[in-house]
């Protein structure tokens, strides 16, 4: 069956922009996670929804990041005003249940540019 | 505050050699443990887990893992390393109260002929 999939794969902005990255889980899967992965790091936890809720969003950064996942499947990202520093790969992954119990799988990532 | 510790950043190792690949982490609880792998162009994949019993534990690909509670370590090992298997290597732990994970900055593993 499909994997996670994440569009786009690659996203050019200007510094002040709006983006918006999506993420396509596995069909079933309740948890949803986001990281973001800057050059030469692992990834860092952002944010964790559980059905459409979101259940832990203590990882973003700031105000700035926003993620929805309004019918339970697919969810968004949005970044506003994006900053140079936003740079980095933005993973998505999905589970069946809790990840700390089941497995996550990880779609490829978006990678984003912020000039 | 829980953490996770790979303290190579970089490992050659030639083919048919035998891999370790060394984790440690910081966490108050019994912890979750994990190691996944990430290929270029790839998404990160669990090689293994460990929850609680048996502190030795499999995973895909003839990777093996062991849980060392006095070392707070979890290392990666392969007896036989393949060519395939050069990739990033990535350790995490899981909270048991929350549903973060903590990833080491990983390690990159060359594979030499």
């Known amino acids: 069956g499909a994997g996670v999939s994440q569009t786009p794969s690659n996203k050019v902005t200007e510094k002040g922009k709006y983006v918006e990255l999506r993420c396509d889980p596995i069909?079933?899967?309740?948890?949803l996670y986001w990281y973001r992965q800057s050059l030469g790091q692992g990834p860092e936890f952002l944010i964790y929804f559980q059905g459409t809720g979101a259940a832990d969003d203590s990882g973003l950064p700031n105000d700035r990041f926003f993620a929805v996942r309004p019918e339970g499947s697919v969810s968004t990202l949005k970044i506003q005003r994006t900053e140079r520093g936003d740079s980095a790969v933005y993973l998505c992954?999905?589970?069946?249940?809790?990840?700390?119990?089941?497995?996550?799988?990880f779609g490829p990532g978006t990678r984003l540019t912020v000039l | 505050a829980q953490s996770v510790t790979q303290p190579d950043i970089h490992i050659t190792v030639s083919e048919g050699a035998s891999l370790e690949l060394r984790c440690n982490y910081s966490?108050?609880?019994?912890?979750?443990l994990f190691w996944y792998v990430q290929s270029p162009g790839q998404g990160l994949q669990l090689l293994l887990k460990?929850?609680?019993?048996?502190?030795l534990v499999q995973g895909i690909k003839g990777f093996e893992a062991e849980f060392k509670r006095s070392q707070s370590s979890f290392n990666l090992r392969k007896p036989s390393v393949h060519w395939s298997d050069a990739a990033e290597y990535f350790c995490a732990v899981g909270s048991n109260t929350g549903n973060q994970f903590y990833f080491g900055t990983g390690t990159s593993l060359t594979v030499i002929p």
């Open positions: 460990y929850f609680s019993g048996d502190t």
């Open positions: 069909s079933g899967h309740t948890a």
């Open positions: 992954a999905s589970s069946p249940g809790l990840a700390v119990l089941n497995e996550q799988f």
């Open positions: 966490y108050g609880a019994t912890p979750y």
